[in-house]
């Protein structure tokens, strides 16, 4: 690589640029994008299809988050998802994606018993489904989990904020952080990077704290539901794209009404199956 290369600040082809000459995006990537001011965006995925597309769009990180308990299999909680179940969306989103970093979520109670558990579970995750880091809810007395599956060679991205495996310990989706529970989040941060994450993600929490946050590490930062100062966002596709119909957190822009068009295609379908107008002269043998 010349020196122009690796100095240069990282731009992610999209469309048919990422199509033809698929550069990965790496950890290193998310660094630069902090140490050079530059944002990036993170979307979940859960099958091949829909990680190509994005991967194809230009979106850096593709998240195989637990939230595939809610999304794909209708739970409403995540705590439910097992390693095998989560190890299927795993595999899909690492076929379908060229370029994106891959980033699979470790399970509720595959790595939070010891560290030696932790590097069970990731390793499965990196030598089963192929992806490129793990993500783990996790805190300072968790710290030791982060630090083993680092040292085993693993990436790990920290998820802190509001952690939803903890949601009956936390009372429920509530924003964590506020008033003086602040330095807690901020002690949590310090103690993950210090154990080795590439990169925190924080959950609904202030957006000032976002900030202080943000400042305080020098690793990148992802918010969802942290305001704006954090180095990337991330985002679960359904919600973005408007194919779930439940209630939407607040921190949810919705960018398409694929519901809307889905229903509109579907009864379209319909309505020629019934008249008999599908399948017509071009789709008969
Ligand atoms: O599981 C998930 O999708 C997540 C995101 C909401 C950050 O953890």
């Given amino acids: 690589m010349s020196n122009e290369e690796h100095t240069a600040p990282y731009r992610a082809p999209t469309g048919e640029a990422a199509r033809l000459s698929p550069r990965r995006v790496r950890t290193h990537h998310l660094q630069r994008f902090k140490d050079?001011?530059?944002?990036?965006?993170?979307?979940?995925?859960?099958?091949?299809?829909?990680?190509?597309?994005?991967?194809?769009?230009?979106?850096?990180?593709?998240?195989?988050?637990d939230s595939a308990a809610n999304?794909?299999?209708?739970?409403?909680?995540?705590?439910?998802?097992?390693?095998?179940?989560?190890?299927?969306?795993?595999?899909?989103?690492?076929?379908?994606a060229d370029?994106?970093?891959?980033?699979?979520?470790?399970?509720?109670?595959?790595?939070?018993?010891?560290?030696?558990?932790?590097?069970?579970?990731?390793?499965?995750?990196?030598?089963?489904?192929?992806?490129?880091?793990?993500?783990?809810?996790?805190?300072?007395?968790?710290?030791?989990?982060?630090?083993?599956?680092?040292?085993?060679?693993?990436?790990?991205m920290a998820h802190t904020g509001f952690t939803p495996q903890s949601e009956h310990?936390?009372?429920?989706?509530?924003?964590?952080?506020?008033?003086?529970?602040?330095?807690?989040?901020?002690?949590?941060?310090?103690?993950?990077e210090e154990a080795?994450?590439?990169?925190?993600?924080?959950?609904?929490?202030?957006?000032?704290?976002?900030?202080?946050?943000?400042?305080?590490?020098?690793?990148p930062t992802i918010g969802i539901g942290a305001g704006t100062a954090a180095t990337g966002q991330v985002l679960v596709w359904q919600d973005m794209l408007g194919l779930n119909d439940g209630r939407l957190p607040r921190f949810v822009k919705q960018y398409a009404d694929l519901r809307g068009v889905i229903t509109q295609a579907v009864q379209s379908y319909r309505a020629d199956v019934v008249a008999g107008t599908f399948p017509g002269q071009e789709h008969t043998f």
């Fill in 196 to 219: 080795g994450a590439f990169c925190l993600l924080a959950e609904m929490i202030p957006a000032e704290l976002m900030a202080e946050l943000d400042s305080a590490v020098s690793i």
């Fill in 169 to 192: 310990q936390l009372g429920g989706f509530r924003v964590q952080g506020r008033g003086d529970q602040a330095h807690k989040v901020i002690d949590d941060a310090l103690a993950l």
């Fill in 71 to 96: 999304v794909m299999q209708g739970s409403s909680s995540t705590l439910s998802i097992t390693v095998n179940e989560l190890l299927v969306y795993a595999r899909s989103v690492a076929n379908g």
């Fill in 36 to 65: 050079e001011g530059q944002r990036f965006a993170m979307l979940t995925a859960y099958d091949a299809m829909m990680a190509r597309v994005f991967d194809e769009a230009g979106i850096e990180v593709l998240l195989v988050g």
């Fill in 99 to 156: 370029r994106a970093l891959v980033v699979a979520d470790l399970p509720f109670g595959s790595y939070q018993a010891t560290p030696e558990q932790a590097v069970h579970t990731a390793v499965r995750f990196m030598k089963e489904a192929g992806v490129h880091a793990v993500k783990m809810e996790a805190h300072a007395g968790t710290a030791p989990q982060v630090k083993a599956v680092v040292e085993a060679g693993i990436p790990v």
